[in-house]
């Protein structure tokens, strides 16, 4: 195990360009926790990994925030990646456990400081919900085209395909599914952000990473 941890560090760190790979993956985990903050004062739901770690929050009674129940969840299940498969992880790894979520409790600090509430009139807040999407999904294919690592929530469904023999699509329809019941039973919001993410970011993002591949090329 310490070889293929030295292996995996090795390897993440010798990439070209990895400066232009950090930034990118730090701007995408960043823009991110934006979009999807946005979405949330929208009253459109959130991702199923938000809506889940939202839930546990909101189960604390807010003793723990949003990035700290995700860093929490993120910790349990990276335990798994490693026992299992750690080839998935990386410097991406940790920027996204520890990014995402608390970049959306920054945001909801902000959103409360400037008393933006949301949108009432429902033609701007579908022409919100479309850039919003668009900038989450944008930023997802950054984050992944920077490939530093996955996050473990993502890393999970890939290990469960391989070794279960399971077709993938499947195996990450229900975990996402089971993540988003979680979130619902512990009263955390679903809408539709919740669906898009869970059934249209994957291929979207595959299109748009493209792209930003050949800048890394």
């Not at 310490?2 to 360009?17: F, G, M, R, V």
């Not at 498969?85 to 920027?95: A, R």
């Not at 992944?144 to 996955?150: H, K, R, T």
Request: some cysteine.
């Amino acid at each position: 195990m310490k070889q293929k941890l030295i292996s995996l560090i090795h390897a993440t760190t010798k990439k070209d360009k990895l400066v232009l790979r950090i930034l990118l993956a730090a701007f995408g985990v960043f823009t991110m926790g934006f979009g999807m903050s946005v979405l949330e004062k929208l009253n459109f739901g959130t991702d199923p990994y938000t809506c889940m770690n939202n839930g546990i929050s909101l189960a604390s009674g807010g003793f723990i925030s949003l990035g700290t129940a995700g860093l929490l969840v993120s910790a349990i299940m990276l335990i798994f990646v490693v026992i299992f498969d750690i080839s998935g992880l990386g410097l991406g790894t940790v920027f996204n456990m520890v990014g995402f979520g608390y970049s959306i409790d920054l945001f909801r600090f902000i959103w409360g400081k400037v008393g933006f509430e949301g949108v009432q009139n429902q033609a701007y807040r579908y022409i919100l919900l479309v850039a919003m999407l668009a900038i989450f999904i944008l930023a997802v294919s950054v984050y992944l085209a920077a490939d530093l690592g996955s996050a473990p929530y993502d890393a999970l469904p890939v290990i469960i395909s391989e070794k279960a023999k399971i077709r993938f699509v499947f195996v990450r329809m229900c975990w996402d599914i089971c993540a988003v019941a979680i979130g619902f039973l512990l009263s955390s919001s679903v809408g539709i952000t919740t669906l898009v993410c869970a059934f249209f970011v994957g291929p979207a993002a595959a299109v748009v990473r493209r792209a930003v591949d050949k800048m890394l090329a």
